[in-house]
């Protein structure tokens, strides 16, 4: 019997901690300063494996200082 794409989905929820969370605050901006085009950068970033804090979050911070400026 195949398991429905939710239970596929339910399995590997489980299996990280805080992924809901994570999720939820993306989906409603919350993140990066309610800034949608930071969000799309960290993804980036973080869909390529980087480590969060290490790599991911100085890098976004990089593109902000060259790309966005104190225009923020």
């Known amino acids: 019997m195949d398991a429905g794409l939710k239970d596929v989905t339910d399995s590997y929820m489980r ?24 969000m799309v950068v960290d993804a980036a970033f973080n869909s390529i494996g ?15 200082q060259k790309f966005v400026g104190s225009g923020g």
């Open 15 to 38: 299996e990280v901690s805080g992924i809901e969370e994570h999720c939820s605050r993306c989906l409603k901006t919350e993140r990066w300063g309610s800034s949608v085009v930071l």
């Open 50 to 64: 980087l480590n969060y804090f290490i790599a991911v979050v100085p890098k976004v911070e990089e593109f902000v």
